[in-house]
């Protein structure tokens, strides 16, 4: 079955530093992958939608000079977090969509999340 | 960090009763919608899909409802065991000429089995 692969798993930094997260469709291509964000306790929050070859596109109060997303082929998508600071603490989750649909889900695969924590 | 948006509520049910897990969703023009479980510090897993131009769909001890009318729907588990204890998020996917076939979540519920 379609895979992507989410790295790292966990991650601390300092404050003021950048962290980059990979998202990686392992067996398929995806034109198009999904960054969503989820704080503790609570439900998933879309935040880009990244095409391969093309600029992200945000979701309204997203800062897109601070979450950097780079989708440079078909199976690589990666989110920067710049000048991290403590309230971007979070757990980062991708999702990468198959270029060609397979059964189930319309091909929506998600990543195991990033625990992302600035100190 | 934290965040200003709503918690997860919580549904609680004995070990081998049904469940019942509801979510309303926002947009009238969502052809798609998905239930996802997701366990603690990981990705969501898909469970169960259904179309807009269907009301019901089973799968293996679940069963997703659709209701457009109220834009409801909600996802039921037969004997529900404690491997379900987990969070539960409905996602629906908007189409349109401007859509990429984004998935929007919903709130979610943490489902909680006793034994």
């Known amino acids: 079955g379609a895979v992507v692969s989410q790295h790292p798993s966990r991650v601390i930094c300092k404050s003021g530093t950048s962290v980059k997260i990979e998202c990686r469709s392992l067996?398929?291509?995806?034109?198009?992958m999904f960054w969503y964000r989820q704080f503790p306790k609570q439900s998933l929050m879309l935040m880009a939608t990244s095409n391969e070859g093309s600029k992200a596109t945000y979701e309204q109060g997203v800062e897109k000079d601070k979450f950097l997303i780079n989708h440079a082929s078909l199976t690589l998508s990666t989110l920067t977090v710049t000048s991290a600071h403590p309230e971007d603490s979070s757990f980062y989750i991708c999702?990468?969509?198959?270029?060609?649909?397979?059964?189930?889900?319309?091909?929506?695969?998600f990543g195991s999340g990033t625990r992302l924590t600035v100190v | 960090g934290e965040s200003v948006g709503l918690h997860l509520p919580t549904l609680s049910v004995q070990e081998g009763d049904n469940s019942i897990i509801n979510c309303a969703y926002s947009n009238s023009a969502s052809d798609y919608f998905i239930w996802y479980k997701q366990e603690s510090g990981k990705g969501p897993q898909f469970i169960i899909d259904i179309r807009s131009n269907m009301d019901k769909r089973q799968g293996q001890r679940v069963t997703v409802l659709l209701n457009k009318t109220v834009k409801h729907l909600s996802l039921q588990i037969a004997a529900t065991q404690p491997g379900d204890s987990a969070v539960y998020l409905c996602a629906e996917r908007a189409y349109g000429s401007s859509n990429t076939g984004k998935l929007i979540f919903g709130q979610g519920t943490t489902l909680q089995v006793k034994p």
């Open positions: 999702s990468a969509r198959e270029s060609i649909r397979t059964v189930p889900s319309y091909g929506y695969t």
């Open positions: 067996d398929f291509q995806a034109t198009t």
